[in-house]
């Protein structure tokens, strides 16, 4: 990318009704793709360590991907800090959160999930490919319900960058670069960085 590219505004969550209702459409489709085994755990990414623009880094513990070719992707990155986790409670937590697949998997427009692990401020990350910017603004609008929950106030927050594949940004961060001047909201905790 050579021009200046500019990320979906980052808006608030959905009123809970409006979430709560996508998040139970959600789990019904998991339940149909599950029976047609349409989820996938590769290990590729499994281990990987992904250093962002804000000097943490997050390492892969999860990838979740579904049989999908986006027609319009986009990256989106998530980020919460869990309220009342500290020490040995993460690894419990990365065990866990397995159960929490039925929550976004079957979202319209879902692709692919690398699940990061806390980083040096106990943020974790997710980093989606969905097929749709204004799907995933949606996904990660009626999340926001579900992470506040378990969530610090304040800690939540996402990126959606459309037109952007998974793989080609993490083959080559840079792809980023240009969104970086652009966001309204400023912070580098989203941005992948080269190692």
């Known amino acids: ?6 990320p979906l505004p980052t808006l608030p969550p959905l009123p809970r009704p409006v979430a709560w209702r996508a998040v139970a459409r959600c789990v019904l489709t ?10 996938h ?13 804000d000097g ?10 579904v049989d999908a070719d986006p027609a319009d992707p986009c990256l989106l990155v998530v980020s919460f800090r869990l309220r009342l986790v500290r020490g040995r409670a993460h690894p419990v ?5 397995l159960l929490n697949t039925p929550l976004f998997v079957g979202f319209p427009g879902f692709v692919s999930k690398l699940w990061l692990a806390h980083d040096e401020h106990d943020l974790y990350r997710g980093v989606y490919e969905w097929d749709g910017a204004s799907l995933a603004q949606s996904y990660a609008r009626s999340l926001w319900r579900v992470l506040e929950l378990v969530s610090q106030p304040g800690s939540i927050d996402y990126r959606v960058l459309p037109g952007l594949r998974r793989d080609a940004v993490l083959a080559e961060p840079g ?5 970086a001047p652009t966001d309204p909201a400023g912070g580098s905790w989203w941005r992948l960085v080269a190692a």
């Open 93 to 97: 937590f990365r065990i866990e959160s």
């Open 30 to 39: 998991t339940v149909g793709m599950l029976r047609r085994r349409e989820i």
């Open 56 to 65: 943490t880094t997050g390492r892969v513990y999860r990838e979740t991907v």
């Open 175 to 179: 792809l980023l670069d240009t969104y």
């Open 41 to 53: 755990q590769p290990e590729d990414n499994v281990g990987r360590v992904l250093p962002f623009a």
């Open 1 to 6: 990318m050579t021009t200046s590219a500019q």
